[in-house]
């Protein structure tokens, strides 16, 4: 399952983000576990029936409510708002919180934008690295097409 290339905005409108902000979103070639793989693609499933039943134009809590809905209805174990320590040099500097985390495995980014920016790759990454984990699905619900605003990122050990 490969995830299309995202947008960033440029003076008033999207544009295709160039081959190298993809090299550097992905870090690692190497897959994740076939079982997280099948977690991320439950959870794009489950963002599809979202979006195909509200469509575009909510807030961004408005689409982490209705995904929690369809998780829950999914029997998918799930954690919202989870706190993760930011640290610099061994010190905790500061603290950051994950939209989902699903299965403890999975990081999702939920966002309500018209373009996934590279601000938004560097967002997940940073929880991916900070968490430990390999696998985020950065989804932004503000788009006609919701497979056009997800965005599959692996973060290597």
């Known amino acids: ?23 550097t979103a992905k870090v690692s070639r190497t897959e994740p576990r076939t079982d997280l793989d099948g977690i991320a693609y ?43 320590s930011v640290r610099y040099r061994d010190q905790k500097v500061g603290e950051a919180r994950l939209d989902l985390l699903v299965g403890n495995l999975l990081v999702v980014e939920l966002k309500a ?18 968490t430990g984990l390999r696998l985020g699905l950065l989804i932004t619900f503000n788009v006609p097409v919701l497979r056009k605003g997800i965005r599959r990122v692996i973060c290597s050990p």
């Open 1 to 23: 399952m490969t995830a299309p290339l995202a947008t960033e905005r440029t003076r008033g409108r999207c544009s295709r983000m160039n081959r190298q902000d993809v090299k």
């Open 42 to 84: 439950r959870v794009i499933g489950a963002a599809l029936e979202v979006h195909r039943i509200l469509g575009p134009g909510f807030l961004e809590s408005i689409y982490e409510e209705a995904l929690c809905i369809e998780l829950t209805r999914l029997g998918m174990e799930f954690t919202r708002q989870v706190p993760i």
């Open 113 to 130: 934008v018209e373009c996934l920016a590279p601000i938004h790759v560097a967002q997940i990454m940073s929880y991916l690295k900070a």
